[in-house]
Each structure stands twice: as C-alpha cells, then as structure tokens.
C-alpha cells in the first residue's frame, strides 16, 4: 500500500485514506464473497446483486463518495492517487461502492469541465448521485481505432438535430441496467477539416431510438457482467443539437482532457491490484511445501517475489509523479509520464499476477481466486485507452524532438 515519504498527503486526504482502509477492511472484503454468490445466484447475470446498494449507502455514510473529483472533493490527483491504488484492491466492489467506477468518472469529468448547464443539470448530477450509470463509445470494429482519427460515426446535424450512425464496440457499462447516457465520439467534419477538428463527442441517451446493443464481448471467457463491455449500434439515432458537447470538432480536445486523470485512475488501481497478487503469492509461498521446505524458501520463487516488488514500486513512484504534474501544471504538460505510466503499469500488473498464478499452481487459473480476472484485466488494458506501442511512439517522439525538433 502506500507509504511514500516523498509525496506526502494533506491531514485531510490522510483521514479519508485511513476511513477507506477501515472500509475495505470491514466491508468490502467480505462483501466479495457475497457479491459472487448473488452474481451465480441470481435471475440474470446482468442484475447488479443487492450488495452494490449496500456498499453504497455506507461508503456515501462514511463520506468516500465521489473522491475522483477534485472539484468536489477537494483532493489533488496525487491524493486521490493514493485512494485509487487502495480500490484497485478490489477492483470490482470498491471503485463502484464509492461511485468512482470507470467510465463512469472520465464521464463525470467530461460533463463537469466541458458541459454545458442544460447537459449538467440532465446527467451529470444523477451521476454525481449515483442514480444511473454511463457508457463510454469511442472504439470502432471497422477500423484500427488505436489511430482515433480512422474513427467513422457519422454525426449529420440536420433541421436541429444530430442524426448519429455507426458501430461502436468495447463499449464499457454499456450492460449495466442503469446505464442510460452513452458519449459517443463520432465524425461530424469532412475530409478537408483539420485532422484532429474533424471528430465530436455527443451525448446519447441510452433509450433513444435506433440505440441497440447487439452483444456482450467477452474478455479470455469474462464477460464481466453487469457492468459488460458491448457491441453497440447506432443507426440513424437523432438527439438534439444541445446534446453536442463543447462544440463541433473539438473532440480529441475533450478526449486529452479527461484521459490524463482517467489513466491515472487505472494505473494506480492496477499498482493495487498488483500489490494484492504479490500478498497472496507470500501468503501461498509460506504455507505451501514442495520438495520439502515450503516454497517461500525456493531461490526461484524468493527471486520473483523480490521482483514483484521492485516493479510495483517503481510503477508507483512513476505514476505518482504523473498525477503531481498534472497537478502542478496541468494534463498538457504532464503528457509524457501520462504515456509513461499507460506502458509501465498494465505490463507490470500482468508479470506480478501471473506470477501469482504460477505459485498458486492449478488454484491460479480456476475460479477459486480471484487472479484469473485480475490477470484478464491487466492484459486488457495493455490496449485498453491506447495499445503500448502507440505510448511508446509518443515517448520516443517527445525524447527525440529535444534533438530534432525541426523533423518531428
């Protein structure tokens, strides 16, 4: 967990951390069993078990609500950094417990920094509230969507309304059964516009029609129901011109603007979930015993735990100075560690949960644990919010142009 020295907390995010730990502790953990249960147990896999609500209510009871926002809760992206890396321990219950669930925040910050009064007033507090939840439609399956730009949905403004057609996929909460406003990011310029002012974001709610979600993806067999990651289409969905966020073209600009913090949010969530595997590697390494003496005294095994650690801390110091840039100066010029960390943190968590699943032998890969999903996860965001080698690029351009600034 975090113990840093360097990046200190205010009095303020110390008591809040130490609330949330008491939370976990008391609430969360346990709940997960019973979160399972109702999950198997239940009419349909796409029915939130009653157990969310009643997280819910305690978290908002215990004042660990809505801690993402800086606005609201007063935390810096460094503080609420240090919260993040505790949720990621249970990375299903906790962010969702405290309303600080993706896509759900990104969206929330989207409607908070660029939306209008009218867009607020309609979505943004009943988020803020908790009463509904969001989808997230940017990923297209027609065109390699790790260039954004190749994104095709049309968004045709006709006699005041928007007319919105296309196929979106990875569509994030898209299954939840309170998700009722999707974002979606469409093409609303020509050819001839400026390449990063040809796109839009618009809100569409869920229930509109011509809005058909044709299927759950499935991710190494999860399909990680209620919250669900869906293949939607849009065909000929009309929302009015008011639903237009911002603008006009000026969608990769929301785009840069809400993914700095959100990738924050996923890299240290993962540093948590990392930091559970690596405890229930040493919890499995000491009471298991192979070829007589328990596996906490293999030189091999000694080898990796002690690697699991370095990695973790490394991804935690790095990801810590990225929130306190964009703290100190802002998303833009904390752009470069932004792309670090997205590289960093998912390759990282992968190689320490499956480690973890190696020392927990045939246990690692059944539903007895919780790493298989965990794994899933991680590899997931390896090209989740931009692929590795999109990050790396970006990396290597920034180094390079202190050399060559004139080329590149």
């Not at 606005?71 to 992206?77: E, I, P, R, Y």
Request: charged share 25%.
């Amino acid at each position: 967990m975090y113990r840093s020295s360097i990046f200190e907390l205010s009095p303020k995010a110390s008591q809040i951390r130490a609330s949330l730990v008491e939370f976990m502790k008391d609430r969360i953990y346990p709940a997960e069993k019973i979160w399972r249960e109702q999950h198997l147990s239940g009419p349909s896999p796409w029915i939130v078990p009653p157990i969310v609500e009643e997280l819910k209510t305690e978290a908002r009871r215990r004042g660990l609500w809505n801690l993402f926002l800086p606005d609201v809760s007063g935390l810096s992206q460094l503080e609420y950094a240090s919260l993040a890396e505790i949720m990621g321990r249970s990375p299903v219950l906790a962010p969702q417990a405290t309303n600080c669930s993706a896509p759900d925040t990104g969206n929330m910050e989207v409607l908070h920094m660029y939306g209008s009064r009218g867009q607020k007033e309609q979505w943004l507090e009943p988020l803020l509230d908790g009463k509904i939840r969001s989808a997230f439609c940017m990923t297209e399956p027609d065109v390699a969507s790790s260039d954004a730009t190749n994104i095709s949905c049309s968004m045709v403004l006709r006699n005041g309304m928007y007319e919105i057609n296309g196929k979106k996929w990875w569509s994030s909460g898209a299954g939840d059964p309170n998700c009722k406003l999707a974002i979606v990011m469409g093409k609303t310029g020509s050819d001839d516009a400026p390449k990063y002012g040809r796109h839009s974001m618009i809100l569409v709610p869920m229930d509109a029609p011509g809005v058909k979600k044709i299927r759950p993806l499935e991710v190494f067999g999860y399909n990680d129901a209620p919250h669900g990651h869906f293949e939607v289409h849009f065909e000929n969905v009309r929302v009015p011109a008011s639903n237009m966020i911002l603008g006009e073209g000026r969608g990769f600009e929301i785009a840069q603007g809400r993914l700095g913090p959100g990738r924050i949010h996923h890299c240290m969530r993962l540093i948590g979930m990392a930091e559970r595997a690596l405890e229930m590697t040493c919890e499995r390494a000491i009471d298991r015993v192979a070829f007589g003496k328990p596996l906490a005294m293999q030189g091999t095994v000694q080898a990796e735990i002690a690697e699991s650690r370095i990695q973790i801390d490394q991804a935690r110091l790095l990801t810590l100075k990225a929130a306190h840039l964009i703290d100190q100066y802002g998303t833009k010029e904390a752009r470069r560690e932004i792309a670090m960390i997205k590289i960093v943190a998912p390759l990282m968590a992968q190689t320490v949960i499956d480690r973890a699943i190696q020392v927990h032998g045939g246990q690692g890969v059944c539903q007895d644990t919780l790493l298989p999903a965990l794994f899933a996860h991680a590899r997931t965001l390896r090209i989740a919010d931009g692929p590795d080698a999109v990050h790396l690029a970006s990396v290597a351009k920034m180094e390079l142009k202190k050399y060559v600034p004139s080329r590149l």
